[in-house]
């Protein structure tokens, strides 16, 4: 017997969704990027809240609503004083709620996200000899598939990590099929003979 090892490695977006859309003072589609900024508009009947959004190219503006003619008490009070200040984490929070496109029929791109990871040893106990098991924690959906995490984390090739997974040394928990799906919250993978991977922990 010898030790087995868990880690939950932490997925954090380095940037923010990009949303394509027809600019009128551009006369085409373009990028329009996050702002991390809040529009709020209040009277004393109702309440508009808007992300707002810039053309990537001449700066004009696009509000993506997040609340429209809410009553003031069915918003929570903590929240609203973050619309007011531009809380950051708010923004990321609203940038990656996907319902919110689709309500306002906007075309978002997710493919261009580039992530951080943190990882945090989570317990060591006996188990069968040298596996690894990675506890994803992954609060917003990203483009990112599972071979793509491994190998940039192994740092070997997609195709050795294919073959990895082939001989049953590389499986997702719940899902041993493939490898090829979305990296998603609370996903767990296995990782059996890692001993050689010395920089999967670092």
Known sequence: MSYLNKYQWEIIPKNLPIVIRNCPKCNEKVHYINSEKFRVNA????IDVWLIYQCEKCKST??????ERIKPYDINKYEYEEFLSNDKELALKYAFNLSIYNKSKAKVILEHINYALIKKKLETYYSTENELIIEIVCK?????????LLSDQLK???NKIKNMHK????????????LNIKVKDKMEIHVLNNAEFKTINS
């Open 62 to 67: 696009w509000n993506m609503a997040i609340y």
């Open 156 to 158: 070997i090739s997609r």
């Open 43 to 46: 009277n004393k009947n109702s």
């Open 140 to 148: 917003y959906p990203i483009e990112l598939r599972v071979d793509k």
């Open 167 to 178: 001989k049953g040394l590389i499986f997702i928990k719940d899902n041993k099929n493939s």
